[in-house]
């Protein structure tokens, strides 16, 4: 009987590049492959056995590593996706009956296919704001009707951070909001599938914006910073979270090989990489958003505060211009739309982006 197969053999893959790895794109930061750091990661937690559904060594220190950055009490729960951690992380501080007030922008509202409410069976309140982001005058416009039986009941708020819109709270005003939820019995959920790029432009720790400002759960990226596959879900508040684990395990949401998620998050997070990557992508966006604004013809719209750009330029323009780069239409009504930047992207790419830009452009005029 043949040897089983080790890491270091070096058999030629049967798999054939596809793509062109030149090719870069402003619709996602999705888009961008996987940081060299964490493939080097994965190969080494590759090779031999581990038991399986997170009783591995990498899952066991990960909870020191996340303690590291969000304090003793901090509680991680690796888990496959963004949806799949906002889902779980609502139903673990909710009732059935419950309602979770958010940003009518908010990702949960605009881009899960209705899975908080599908999956998780809650009902989003949303409100409507002007940059994405709640305090606590636009969480009073829905969190009323506690004691009413034909209403949903509002127990949380869920903030994003960084917003859909590109914006970032500051840690007071998370801190405001919290004070307010709490008050009102409810609690708060964070969505951070771009947290790291929030830390990257306040300077600092993400524990200020979270756990000193009274967060009790967030949902972590990872995938939009530079990795494979994965995202966390981490309780900061243990009193008011209830059967993570079994909701994790229900909503399909726990990796056999677990090791490979947590392994990733080890690599980001132990030392600086997070970091170096977030503020690498948000000093593209602030690169691309200097350069249109010289070009005649360009709106930008919102403040660049993370690593996306919102800009308005004729449609012709832009749907000329997606045939050389990929990107989105933000508001099809208004002809807005984003470029995000990501840890891969570099001044060549802005620059050369920029400069197609303007030459559709001239050609439009």
């Known amino acids: 009987m043949a040897d089983a197969p080790t890491v270091t053999d070096q058999h030629a893959p ?24 964490i493939l080097a990661a994965l190969a080494l937690a590759n090779g031999g056995h581990q038991v399986s559904y997170g009783e591995d060594a990498y899952t066991a220190h990960l909870q020191e590593v996340f303690r590291g950055h969000f304090g003793p ?22 009732e059935r009956w419950g309602a979770v007030i958010c940003a ?8 899960e296919c209705a899975a908080p409410e599908r999956v998780g069976g809650l009902k989003l309140l949303t409100v409507p704001t ?16 506690f004691t009413d039986e034909h209403r949903a009941q509002p127990q949380v708020v869920s903030i994003t951070q960084t917003t859909e819109l590109g914006t970032c709270y500051t840690p007071e005003e998370i801190r ?8 009102l019995g409810m609690a708060v959920h964070l969505d951070g599938a771009r947290i790291a790029n929030a830390a990257a432009f306040l300077d600092v720790a993400p524990a200020r914006f979270t756990t000193e400002a009274g967060v009790d759960i967030l949902s972590f990226g990872g995938t939009k910073n530079g990795l ?9 508040s243990p009193e008011r979270v209830r059967a993570l684990p079994y909701l994790r395990k229900g909503a399909m949401q726990l990796a056999s090989k677990m090791r490979f998620v947590s392994v990733q998050f080890e690599a980001l997070l132990t030392g600086d990489l997070w970091l170096r990557s977030a503020r690498h992508a948000n000093a593209m ?28 330029l004729p449609r012709e323009v832009s749907e000329r211009l997606q045939k050389r ?39 439009a005029g």
């Open 104 to 111: 009518e922008t908010a990702h949960i509202n605009t881009d």
């Open 285 to 312: 966006a602030r690169r691309l958003d200097e350069a249109v604004r010289r070009i005649d013809g360009v709106r930008v719209m919102r403040p660049v505060q993370a690593n996306a750009v919102f800009a308005v």
């Open 325 to 363: 780069y990929r990107f989105y239409f933000w508001d099809e009504a208004t002809g807005e739309v984003r470029w995000m930047c990501a840890f891969d992207t570099t001044e060549q790419d802005i620059d050369s982006f920029a400069a197609a830009i303007a030459e559709e452009l001239r050609t």
């Open 73 to 94: 009490t901090a509680e991680v729960f690796p888990v496959f996706n963004g949806t799949g951690a906002n889902v779980i992380a609502l139903q673990a501080v909710t």
């Open 130 to 145: 002007p940059d994405g982001k709640l305090t606590p005058e636009l969480i009073d416009r829905q969190a009323y009707g």
């Open 228 to 236: 494979l596959f994965g995202e966390c879900v981490v309780v900061l």
């Open 14 to 37: 049967d798999a054939v590049r596809r793509h062109d790895p030149q090719t870069r794109g402003f619709a996602s930061d999705n888009y961008a492959g996987v940081h060299p750091e």
């Open 176 to 183: 405001a909001i919290c004070d307010h939820a709490h008050e």
